[in-house]
């Protein structure tokens, strides 16, 4: 039961997710004015360094044993930062214990899971939400704003593109990320989950896909140490079983199109999220990393003489979540995004309202993402409906 303007947090996972998501509960409050603060309760884990970790990231205690601790009644929130398979089970086990959570994407495994997931929590009425944290770029809650104020106009085109490349050197080991029992699919859904995200949240929902996968480097060497993104390889040869690189086309439900492509194969980028809107009155683009507090906007209102792509430094205090931070012009980064993100749901617990974005839309996404995989199974196009 949350008492005395605070919230106690269990957190699960404490790896490359966990860590941006304890960055956020440490400094939310140093920016924010809370209705509720964060307490930093139980950091739940397992390896030889969780002690060291609890005690560096400052949690007053730590445990292996998540699902004792889910069920104490001095917790309020659990935040997961698990591996995807075991989403289902600790949303679900939280959500009956009455505890407050918020989970990770991509939702679930599977549609079942994740359908599941929506009906405890909505239906026990806890506030819950998912990592979908590109939302809470001050760039993208801009480019929402100028769309719901008709700077844009009619939307035609959506094009989303998610690339990294940490699996280019083929001697890079078969860690967790590439074994479908452990991650339900490759970068369609680990990647590709944000920037269907960024389409449903920006344009609308997507009625009809039609895609293509492949996995380019088949067997790895299996890692025999891992360690969040990072692993050590063995001397056995395993078989990676999901996909590297996805793309497929879209069609809204408002008319528009879109163009969806994510890799794990990007060579160059790091990390880099690029949405490009184009509508009737004007466009948007983001270009993400590195430059991910800047929106470039056309308007055709402009006169013709000085018609062009104008940047927009998002760094104002008029922008959103902005003025909390630092002076005009510096900066925010990655994990900040993650504090936003907490922000919202606190404030979404402490207001009695349900948060956004909240486990339906992660089925929403989810149920896009199958669609895709379906549709390359059977090298056809796909309605969404045809799930539901």
Known sequence: M????????????????????????????????????????????????????????????????????????????????????????????????????????????????????????????????????????????????????????????????????????????LAWRLRKKDAGAGASWDLGAHVVDLARYLVGEITEVVGSQTTFIKQRPVARIEDGLTAIPGDAIGEVDVDDASSFLARFENGAMGLFEVTRYGTGHRNQNRIEIYGSEGSLIWEGFPRMNDLLFYSRKDSSHVQGFRTIQVGEAIHPYVGAYYPAGHIIGFGETFVNEVLDFLNAIAEGKQASPNFHDGLRCQEILVAVDLSVQERRWVKVDELR
């Open 2 to 173: 949350v008492k005395e303007g605070r919230v106690n947090v269990c957190q699960i996972g404490h790896k490359f997710i966990g860590k941006a998501h304890n960055y956020a509960y440490t400094n939310v409050g140093m920016f924010f004015d809370l209705k509720l603060r964060p307490v930093k309760k139980v950091l739940c884990g397992l390896g030889e360094d969780l002690p060291k970790v609890a005690e560096q990231w400052g949690w007053e205690e730590y445990s292996a044993d998540w699902r004792e601790v889910v069920e104490r009644p001095d917790i309020d929130v659990v935040d997961i930062c698990a591996p995807s398979v075991l989403h289902r089970e600790i949303a679900v086990t939280a959500a009956k214990a009455g505890k407050h959570v918020f989970c990770e994407k991509p939702l679930a495994m599977n549609l079942e899971e994740a359908r599941e997931m929506v009906t405890v929590v909505e239906s026990i009425g806890v506030v819950n939400t998912v990592g979908f944290n590109y939302r809470k770029v001050p760039a993208i809650a801009l480019a929402k704003q100028l769309i719901e104020e008709g700077a844009v106009g009619r939307i035609y085109h959506f094009r989303g593109i998610y690339s990294q490349d940490w699996l280019v050197d083929p001697g890079f080991p």
